[in-house]
């Protein structure tokens, strides 16, 4: 029997991931890049306003593919709390994100793309493990003040995923283990895995370590300064904390691998005191992780870009493998991910979820 065909779709900031599998196996895939001067275009657009030009790239790919899809899956957005697993596209669920009540994210395109290719092939649309997966307990909702509770959105996908193939490469279940996983790509989310759930995480909008592009979590009362002192307006402020911070902001590039290079090779104080305090929030959020185990941590995995540089994923295990033995998974594995994801819903191992709570009916 032949292996359904499903199209995995990941939007990004700057590139759209795309890639066809048959069953779990992957036949071809494309970053289909977006250049600068189309993204600018867009810039202080909402990000739905970028439809048709990513679902035209991908559709001029998959021209030049065989076969006939049996379904089409995306990365989910910033939707409201969900529990882990894949969700069939609705009208409830495209309503929500055009709504974007927590946010603007690339990953928002997800089940627009995924609707939009698989109503061309007349086809299911899944979203799998979204941004807002949340499995927390409720103390950890609470930041300090009621105004201002703690928020999940995270690198659920890449994460989990990571964290089951460790389950399955030593022989046990995800549900038996006790992890700490470091998500280090251009947003930072560093989570504390127990029972088969994420109970804890840095959300890599707003909290814990400064990534290439991100602020992280800064000193509140300097915030409300700079919110209030005129100088910048919202979106300007948003800019700072979101695309423009960390690493860009302190050394004018994102890209890791330079600003490694600029500490290593051209001796750049400035760059060297940059990693150097990025390793330390690193380090420092993976402690904290260590805490919510109560410290009986079976591994610590790192993965994410920033994974594949062998001299930073060093210099973080040399400081936190007293916590526990440190793995590295370098880059992701989310279009894999929302694949397998989407596969277990075709085989009839998992039923769709909905956004609404209840699990859909095929007909839905
Ligand atoms: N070989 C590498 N060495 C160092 N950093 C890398 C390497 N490859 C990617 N990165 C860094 O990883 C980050 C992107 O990570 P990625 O997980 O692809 O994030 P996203 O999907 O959120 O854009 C970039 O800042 C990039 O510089
Ligand atoms: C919005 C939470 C997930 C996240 O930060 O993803 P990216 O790093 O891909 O922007």
New binding site residues.
């Given amino acids: 029997m032949t292996e359904p065909l499903i199209l995995a779709v990941n939007p ?2 700057s590139s759209t991931k795309v890639a066809l599998f048959a069953g779990g196996r992957e036949l071809a895939a494309v970053a289909v890049g977006h250049d600068q001067a189309q993204l600018d275009a867009f810039r202080g657009r909402p990000i739905l306003d970028q439809l048709p030009m990513r679902a035209a790239a991908i559709r001029a790919w998959l021209e030049t593919q065989p076969g006939v899809l049996a379904a089409v899956v995306g990365r989910g957005g910033l939707l409201p709390p969900l529990a882990s697993g894949t969700y069939r596209v609705d009208a409830a669920m495209l309503e929500l994100l055009e709504r974007h009540e927590r946010g603007e994210h690339a990953s928002n395109l997800g089940a627009f793309l995924a609707q939009e290719l698989a109503a061309e092939a007349g086809v299911d649309a899944f979203v799998v493990d979204p941004v807002a997966v949340d499995e927390w307990p409720a103390h950890i909702r609470l930041s300090g003040h009621p105004a201002l509770p703690r928020e999940c959105l995270s690198h659920a996908l890449n994460t989990k995923a990571v964290a089951k193939r460790f389950a399955r490469e030593t022989g046990r279940r995800y549900e038996d283990l006790r992890l700490i996983v470091a ?5 930072i989310s560093i989570s504390s895995h127990a029972g088969g759930r994420m109970i804890d995480v840095t959300n890599s909008r707003e909290e814990g370590a400064f ?3 991100r602020a992280g979590g800064v000193p509140a009362m300097a915030l409300v300064e700079l919110c209030f002192s005129g100088r910048h307006d919202r979106r300007a402020v948003e800019d700072m904390l979101f695309r423009e911070g960390g ?1 860009l902001a302190y050394l004018g590039t ?4 330079e600003a ?1 290079r600029r500490a290593d090779l051209a001796g750049d104080a400035e760059a060297t005191l940059v990693i150097d305090a990025m390793i330390h929030q690193i380090t420092r959020e993976i402690g904290a992780a260590a805490a919510p185990l109560r410290g009986r941590v079976d591994a610590i995995l790192l993965t ?3 994974a ?2 062998a001299a ?1 994923t060093a210099a973080i295990a040399e400081r936190v493998d007293w916590i526990a033995p440190v793995n590295v998974h370098p ?2 594995d989310e279009l894999a991910a929302l694949a397998e994801g989407a596969l277990r819903v075709l085989r009839g191992e998992e039923e769709a979820r909905a956004v609404g709570g209840r699990p859909h009916s095929r007909a839905a």
């Avoid at 998500?183 to 947003?187: C, D, E, K, M, T």
């Fill in positions: 990004g900031s998500h280090l790509g251009s947003g990534s290439p592009e690493l994102r890209d890791v691998a490694l994410g870009g920033m594949h540089a930073l880059g992701e």
